[in-house]
């Protein structure tokens, strides 16, 4: 998840009743928030991406979408 996701679960619902996500929804002790500096490298014609297992086989992507 991109660094901004962790305020979100972090004050989520209960801690702010008005929240939309609940801070038990993921477990933030194990999940890894990616940050801008880690979309160093490029893949094919896309500038930003992080090789998650650092081996290849599982890239994180910085692509438009819609």
């Known amino acids: 998840m991109g660094e901004g996701c ?3 679960l972090v004050h989520g619902y209960p801690e702010n009743p008005d929240a939309l996500f609940s801070s038990t929804a ?3 002790e194990r999940a890894r928030f990616v940050s801008e500096s880690d979309l160093s490298m490029s893949i094919g014609p896309y500038p930003r991406a992080f090789d998650l297992l650092g ?4 890239y994180i992507v910085d692509a438009p979408g819609g």
């Open 55 to 58: 081996d290849g086989s599982l």
């Open 26 to 28: 993921i477990p933030i």
């Open 6 to 8: 962790r305020k979100l």
